[in-house]
């Protein structure tokens, strides 16, 4: 509860399951599984031999405080710790078996970990389509999966899963597309974390390759899709669009 952050994961997972007409308290056990899973990953991502970040969220990132040893530790805990919450939950056997399926998918190596490892070994030349494959597997995958744990908590059927996943692909995009322009336009103490980092250290974006007011432009369109596609759900998904819309300007 003192870790700070946005927990954009557990209010898709929540979001998802109200728009289906179901209380918050029914998806509880999803939402911290996703959490969990994010943390864990966040821990890796900071640590020397990946990102090597010393701040994060305003404070000394793990690795920086307990060093790496034990950060890593602590985040493969907290990824057993995901499943097994998920295991202990009340939800029928067949929808814990889908949710640990997809989560494990989402967090592994056609996704997550892909993502992680083409970040740390990019192209010589990289392009626009080398980096959204960056952002669907780091960000979008566990983004897309909320919302699809979310969805099963409120007893969504294959169809809607099926569709909630493009959404959950773009948003995903759209969050890290955002990320990557704060790292240009906004200040260590508006983020919570270094800025400046990806274009001292060469690394490809959208604004890299770009430029800021093309990127923002881009983001706009994503934003546009997504409020059409949700506009097209059954069930209410209301908040899920305001999110996207939200996204392209914020500050932190």
Known sequence: MDAGGKRIRPFLVRTACQALGQSASTCLPAACSV???????????????????????????????????????AADWL??????????????????SRMISRLARAAGPCFL???????LAPPSCPDT??????????????????LELGALAGGAEA??????????????????????????????????KRTGKDSSHGKATHVALLGVDETARLARGIADRI??????????????SQLALYLPGRRR
């Open 35 to 73: 959490e969990l899973v994010h943390a864990y990953s966040l821990i890796h991502d900071d640590l020397p031999c990946m990102d090597d970040d010393d701040t994060r969220r305003g404070v000394p990132t793990l690795h920086v405080l307990r060093g790496a040893p034990r950060a890593t530790l």
């Open 79 to 96: 990824l057993v710790t995901a499943f097994e919450v998920l295991l202990s939950s009340t939800f029928s056997p067949g929808t814990v």
């Open 113 to 119: 970990v892909a993502g992680q490892h083409r970040d």
């Open 129 to 146: 389509d080398w980096v959204e494959k960056v952002q669907r597997g780091k960000t979008s995958a566990m983004i897309r999966v909320s």
């Open 159 to 192: 169809d809607l899963l099926d569709r909630l996943g493009p959404i959950g692909d773009d948003l995903g995009v759209l969050f890290q597309i955002t990320d990557d322009m704060l790292d240009v336009t906004s200040s260590s103490e508006e983020l919570g």
């Open 227 to 240: 409020c059409d596609a949700c506009a097209a759900l059954d069930g209410d998904w209301g908040l899920l």
